[in-house]
């Protein structure tokens, strides 16, 4: 009787980098001063369980095309909670330069400028993940979906990079941190336009952030 040829299982990326995201993420929205907190501390704990449930589904159950699916619409609603939540903050702070100066003092500004520059490179990591190829889960099967980054080990010579190579978190991560701290693209080439808003929103963010806020905190602290 002859042997049924088994299709190789795809490989699961491991989700504990994107939950260590998470929870930083979560950390700092619950240390956020009361003045600068947009919801009660709770519901962003809410969210984080809502998106940790679904990464647990992918790593322990048998149906991952299913939790695949919830995991990658749960972590957009969660990008876009956090993402929201963070321009909010930046524009309370930028109000409370503006208007209100003496109730808040330097090192408040410049802790929470910090905590929205960190949120605003994990946001857009987690979406920059979630978008490009169409997710963890097409990029861990055999579909091959259209790039929206160019990686540059995808054109390095064969010898020089790991058999079946694909950009995981870290590299999402990376991009993220580049995009906010050199305001442009470094080796990671966007190929798409929404990847191209997406990165221009995130580096308007940053500069923002590091200009008006930072650069204000630390004239208060030095004067």
Known sequence: MALKEQTPKPHIEPRWPVVLAILVVLWLLAILPARVRFVPVWVPF????????PMAGVGITAAKARWLRVERAITLLFVVFSGGG???VLAFLIRAMIFRSSEISGLQLLTSGVAVWVMNVLA??????????GGPGTRAGSANAWPDWLFPQEEAPAQ??????????????????????????????????????????????????????????INILGS
């Open 86 to 88: 963070n321009l909010v």
């Open 124 to 133: 857009f990591s987690l979406l920059y993940w979630q978008i490009d190829r």
């Open 160 to 217: 020089d990079v790991p058999s079946g190579w694909r950009p995981v978190y870290v590299d999402y991560l990376y991009l993220g941190y580049s995009t906010a701290t050199a305001f442009s693209t470094t080796d990671v080439m966007p190929l798409t336009s929404r990847a191209k808003l997406m990165m221009m929103f995130e580096s308007t963010i940053s500069l923002v952030t590091l200009v008006v806020v930072a650069a204000r905190a």
């Open 46 to 53: 809410v969210f984080g369980i809502a998106v940790l449930l």
